[in-house]
């Protein structure tokens, strides 16, 4: 596709339900990144993939986040047992890196609200 | 302990004035540095950047300036139009450091 396509754009979950979020990057972006939006705030690192390497998870909050990118294209975030702590808005940005320039592409987002 | 620092949560600027939106960080490895802009319900676009071998960069309205002995950066609009009301994050990363980090953000409001 011409952009980074995230799915679902919206997500109600009950409190302990376990989540999965979708990104579809660029064709050939070799890295994949996933942020974490709380309100107000700037997006907040999470985990790197290069192609389905997963380099560098050191922003997942807790061993409930779960990240992979099997094929080295598309990516799932799984969040398990849901808190309300985790309503965000969860981003998915990709480029052609490395080296890494910081230009990324991002996609809409996918918003978790958790009851 | 945040590395990209932006103090001014909200900024409002009159139509056709310049803008200047300003940002620190701390770590000593960045040397690249960004802006991205966001509007509502979508996601950040990348706007402009700046290598730490350079104190500016310029494209069409928007500057960039970086003074590295600072640990200080500052985008220049100039002049402001009402499309160009949204919230700007300022961004840090390094060619040896995978993490792309982002500032809290200013939104910034051009009033026609």
């Known amino acids: 596709g011409a952009g980074v396509s995230q799915s679902p754009r919206y997500k109600v979950a009950k409190r302990g339900q376990d989540v999965a979020l979708r990104c579809d990057p660029i064709?050939?972006?070799?890295?994949l990144f996933w942020y974490q939006q709380a309100l107000g705030q700037g997006p907040e690192f999470l985990t790197y993939f290069q192609n389905e390497a997963q380099l560098d998870k050191s922003g997942l909050p807790s061993d409930r986040f779960f990240a992979e990118r099997p094929e080295g294209s598309v990516s799932t975030l799984k969040i398990q047992r849901t808190q309300q702590e985790d309503s965000a808005v969860y981003l998915c940005a990709s480029s052609l890196g490395p080296p890494n320039t910081g230009e990324l592409f991002f996609g809409e987002g996918s918003r978790l609200t958790v009851l | 302990d945040q590395q990209v620092k932006q103090n001014s949560p909200s900024l409002s600027v009159q139509e056709g004035r310049i803008s200047i939106l300003n940002c620190d960080y701390t770590n000593s490895m960045f040397d690249y540095f960004l802006w991205y802009k966001k509007y509502p319900a979508e996601g950040p676009t990348f706007l402009i950047s700046?290598?730490?071998?350079?104190d500016k960069n310029e494209d069409g309205r928007f500057t960039v300036f970086l003074n590295k002995s600072a640990k200080h950066l500052s985008l220049h609009i100039v002049p402001s139009q009402p499309g160009d009301s949204a919230v700007y994050f300022c961004?840090?990363?390094?060619?040896?450091?995978?993490?792309?980090?982002f500032g809290p953000g200013t939104s910034l409001s051009v009033i026609p």
């Open positions: 961004a840090a990363t390094g060619t040896s450091y995978d993490k792309v980090i």
């Open positions: 064709s050939g972006h070799v890295s």
């Open positions: 700046i290598s730490s071998i350079k």
